[in-house]
């Protein structure tokens, strides 16, 4: 769900590590806990795997020791802010498929958007690079979900503005649902930059906030560990 | 920025199929890995993940046993 999906979309060139997005209950644990087996995959940091914390938004962080995967991180996550639950991300998923017959199932575009909106400074480039993608992909005839979802996320200023003057209809539609699309529309390039800064602040400020309480239980949880 | 304004780099990366980026990215990754990369994330104070625990303590410029002879002019 994280970078590798983005490498596949084209907004990253490689990843450094593998993160999943699974259905936190008990018979998806026990497999997971196969799949982790044949990895090696040690937990190196808290929480432990508990389905409780994984339904909560915390995240597992494993280093796998098998041959061949020697030192890889796996996170695992089950919840993640603003997405849909699991069944309806997988029912929006891509899935892909390679010579040798592996199947890579990647959460959706508009999921791994959603996803990418923390308060990381990093994810927010890879938001403009993914939508910024997909528009190169599917600009000739287009359809209307995908005009909607470029203007919901498109983060890059010239590309607003090429889309308000191709589709003024939609832009002035969906301005009441993002109203920095005003700027688009008028072709206010300076004021359109500002105002997708503080859009942005405004969903980090968000993600620190919905982060506060998990923080602090990550360090309930170390303080636990530490005390054995 | 747009597609048009994106390096020639990017741009051809852009235009591969998502199957190609994967390969080639299993490419970059082991060149990455042989030059004595690490596995380890890149320290992010803005993560709320970020913590020693989770984090590479190694040089962010290179593998480990590289060292700074020389910093250029800031």
């Known amino acids: ?228 | 920025m747009t597609y048009e304004q994106m390096p020639e780099e990017w741009q051809e990366w852009i235009n591969l199929t998502p199957m190609q980026r994967f390969e080639q990215s299993e490419i970059i990754f082991a060149n990455y890995l042989a030059q004595g990369g690490t596995l380890d994330p890149d320290p992010d104070p803005t993560s709320p993940f970020d913590n020693a625990q989770t984090s590479g303590a190694g040089p962010a410029y290179g593998r480990p046993g590289l060292r700074v002879l020389r910093r250029g002019a800031v």
């Open chain 1, 1 to 228: 769900m994280g970078g590798q999906a983005c490498v596949f979309y084209g907004a990253a060139q490689f990843s450094k590590d593998i993160d999943f997005l699974i259905v936190a209950d008990e018979s998806n644990s026990a497999q997971l806990h196969t799949a982790l087996d044949e990895l090696a995959a040690e937990r190196i940091a808290v929480p432990s795997f508990d389905l409780a914390a994984l339904a909560r938004g915390h995240a597992v962080h494993f280093r796998c020791h098998a041959k061949g995967v020697e030192g890889l991180r796996v996170d695992v996550m089950a919840h993640a802010r603003g997405l849909a639950d699991f069944n309806a991300l997988w029912s929006r998923r891509a899935s892909i498929e390679d010579d040798e017959g592996n199947h890579y199932e990647l959460l959706s575009v508009p999921d791994l958007v959603n996803a990418k909106k923390t308060q990381r400074e990093k994810d927010w480039p890879m938001i403009s690079a993914l939508v910024e993608t997909h528009y190169r992909e599917n600009s000739h005839g287009p359809n209307p979900d995908q005009i909607e979802f470029w203007f919901r996320e498109a983060r890059v200023p010239e590309r607003l503005i090429t889309l308000a003057s191709d589709y003024p209809v939609q832009a002035s539609v969906l301005s009441q649902q993002r109203p920095l699309l005003t700027l688009a529309i008028a072709q206010d390039i300076e004021a359109l930059r500002l105002a997708l800064d503080t859009e942005r602040q405004a969903e980090q400020a968000l993600d620190r906030a919905y982060w506060e309480p998990l923080r602090k239980e990550l360090e309930e949880f170390r303080k636990a560990e530490r005390q054995g």
